[in-house]
Nanobody
Framework: QVQLVESGGGLVQSGGSLRLSCAAS????????MGWYRQAPGKQRELVAA???????NYADSVKGRFTISRDNAKNTVYLQMNSLKPEDTAVYYC???????????WGQGTQVTVSS
């Protein structure tokens, strides 16, 4: 069984920063691609940022230059540093990890990020 647990969400003022963490545990063997997604009320879940095991990254246009994704393979943990936050960044943020050995994605339970204007 594999579990992903996010932490670091909260309430912040516009222009502020937050750092999200997502730790994977269980029979992981090796976590391949990892990513952060978000879902705002009434909207579809969207990709925020993704990172390969080798460290290659990609970002949604809306967060480029403000958010940075990183990972620690030894700890099976992925991070999302969010700077210059805007009210439109308000959403539940989910992390996702893909394990090639099992051929499937695993999701965390989500963490709320609220940015006040």
């Amino acid at each position: 069984q594999v579990q992903l647990v996010e932490s670091g969400g909260g309430l912040v003022q516009s222009g502020g920063s937050l750092r999200l963490s997502c730790a994977a545990s269980g029979s992981i063997f090796m976590m391949n691609d990892m990513g952060w997604y978000r879902q705002a009320p009434g909207k579809q879940r969207e990709l925020v940022a993704a990172i390969t095991r080798g460290g290659s990254t990609n970002y949604a246009d809306s967060v480029k230059g403000r958010f940075t994704i990183s990972r620690d393979n030894a700890k099976n943990t992925v991070y999302l540093q969010m700077n210059s936050l805007k009210p439109e960044d308000t959403a539940v943020y989910y992390c996702k990890g893909f394990i090639m050995r099992y051929g499937r994605d695993y999701w965390g339970q989500g963490t709320q990020v609220t940015v006040s204007s």
